[in-house]
């Protein structure tokens, strides 16, 4: 079983050949793919293609670098999007202090406004969290979420601890086959295999031997392949176990969906 945790079908990379890349996806042997949403349009789009396609999941939420466009019915409408029963998380949000899109106060209100919403909606969340460890860390700690994942996890392995012990899972993206990730490689080493999911983070993040190219679903075997190389498991198993650990976060029932 091989899961793409975390893909951005939705996103106008994919207009004109998302189905050949579903199909693709197929092809390479992945059987579910959740796609994100990062803000209300695509959140919308999102839930869309999870109804169009059974293999399909869908999360809806609004991404930091998108907090701005929060207007005041944008909150009641993803409420309402959260009904359909294919929306299985609340994400990606969090906090981007790297690129500082939307002004870091914002950021961290809206952050928190949202992380309030996910736990109304009993949803799991899907954490962003790029150049701010310790801010996100305390954030998703005082929301008392206990259910979620940090996606491309991009801190070391003391940051991984700490994530572990809120029981949120750690999500692997193809960063991983990097030559110089050596910080993610370690922490892939050393965090048990029952708290790593799989991603893509397609159209982003291609890995090896496709960098350069836009990255899509299919490619997640590679990431599953050097995450087993590391493990010095086979990468089946890898891929069976991190897909389980997706199944049980995303409370998604494999058998009567497929
Ligand atoms: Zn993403």
Redesign the pocket.
């Known amino acids: 079983m091989l899961i793409d945790s975390?893909a951005?079908l939705e996103m106008k990379e994919f207009e004109h050949d998302r189905r050949e890349v579903i199909e693709r996806a197929k092809l390479a042997g992945v059987d579910f793919i959740v796609t994100?949403g990062?803000n209300l349009a695509l959140s919308r789009k999102a839930v869309s293609l999870a109804t169009q396609y059974e293999n399909i999941y869908a999360t809806i939420g609004i991404h930091p670098h998108d907090v701005g466009k929060i207007g005041y019915k944008t909150y009641d409408d993803l409420k309402e999007l959260a009904r359909n029963k294919k929306v299985v998380a609340y994400g990606?949000i969090g906090l981007d202090f790297f690129r500082n899109i939307a002004p870091q106060a914002l950021q961290k209100e809206k952050f928190g406004e949202q992380l309030q919403l996910a736990q109304e909606l009993k949803l799991p969340v899907i954490i962003?969290d790029r150049d701010a460890h310790e801010q996100s860390l305390q954030m998703v700690k005082d929301s008392g979420i206990r259910q979620g994942v940090f996606?491309c996890f991009s801190g070391d392995y003391a940051m991984a601890r700490k994530c572990l012990d809120l029981g949120f899972y750690l999500s692997v993206p193809g960063v991983v086959t990097f030559g110089k990730a050596q910080t993610l490689q370690n922490v892939v080493k050393n965090v048990p295999l029952s708290s790593l999911l799989l991603e893509t983070?397609c159209p982003y993040l291609t890995p090896d031997p496709y960098r350069g190219k836009r990255n899509e679903p299919a490619y997640i075997v590679h990431t599953a392949q050097k995450v087993a190389e590391i493990k010095g498991l086979p990468w089946e198993e890898v891929a069976t176990i991190a897909a389980q650990n997706t199944l049980d976060l995303f409370r998604i029932e494999a058998s009567s969906d497929k």
Do not use: P, S
Request: hydrophobic share 10%.
């Open positions: 975390h951005h994100v990062t990606e962003h996606h983070d």
